[in-house]
């Protein structure tokens, strides 16, 4: 049996400058200074845009505080005329440790393919980075497939470019999820997180599947997180909007089991 530390994950999508997130992690930090677990640690990271990465950086660092630093999105070129873009190097220097890649709204708002998605996991993983996949089906493909057929196809298609012994976090967010006040029910997220890791089994033998963590994501709140948490095979949670909120995102950190 594998512990998996659970990760809950703020996605901050494009939302508050360096100064406002410097204001926001001190306020969280403080938040968060005496949560105590009942059943051991909680990973937290924040993805702030770009721009405040390096204001983050200096600030965690400085005050010591708890709190990973992720990326919401990486090149997959390593350096050069790629106007516009930011490599995974120029991430890894400032200490991010997760990169996501493959989130619904780059896939469908600018059009990234499974390829390419994988180029990133791959870029991020090579420069020393843990790519955190976001897969999920829209309202349509769950019509047309059922729930965890894209998920699938997206997963493999993406840990296909990852050497067999990289470590990788999957986030498994239902796009019909994201930001529609409207969350999968748990045993729905139960049921892709264990498809899932089933998959991860087969495509990279049982440890990496039992160590893997599988986050559930699309309208987490303080609400429904110890629900999902529940679920034997969701290992944490990929939070957008509520984790703009440092109440309401300190009490989803702090779900109880
Ligand atoms: C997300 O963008 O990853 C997300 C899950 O958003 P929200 O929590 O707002 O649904």
Partial sequence: FVERTPLIA???????????????????????????????????AVFPPFTDLRSVQTLLAADKLALTLGAQDVSPQQAGAFTGDVSAAMLAK???????????????????SNETVGEKARA???AGMVPVICVGETSEDLEAHGAAA????QMQAAITQLPANAEFVIAYEPVWAIGSGQAATPEQAEEV?????????DLRGDDRAAATRILYGGSVASQNIAAFMRQPNVDGALVGGASLKVDEFSRIVQFKK
């Avoid at 494009?14 to 403080?30: C, P």
Wanted: no cysteine; aromatic share 8%.
């Fill in 10 to 44: 703020g996605n901050w999508k494009m939302n508050l400058d360096h100064l406002q997130a410097i204001a926001f992690v001190q306020k969280l930090s403080w938040a968060l200074k005496d949560v105590k677990h009942d059943f051991g640690d909680v990973e937290v």
């Fill in 94 to 112: 400032l200490e991010v440790k997760y990169v996501l890649v493959g989130h619904s709204e780059r896939r469908h708002g600018h059009g990234e």
């Fill in 124 to 126: 991020a993983q090579a």
């Fill in 150 to 153: 894209i998920p699938l196809a």
């Fill in 193 to 201: 997180a264990r498809a899932l890791r089933e998959a991860l089994r």
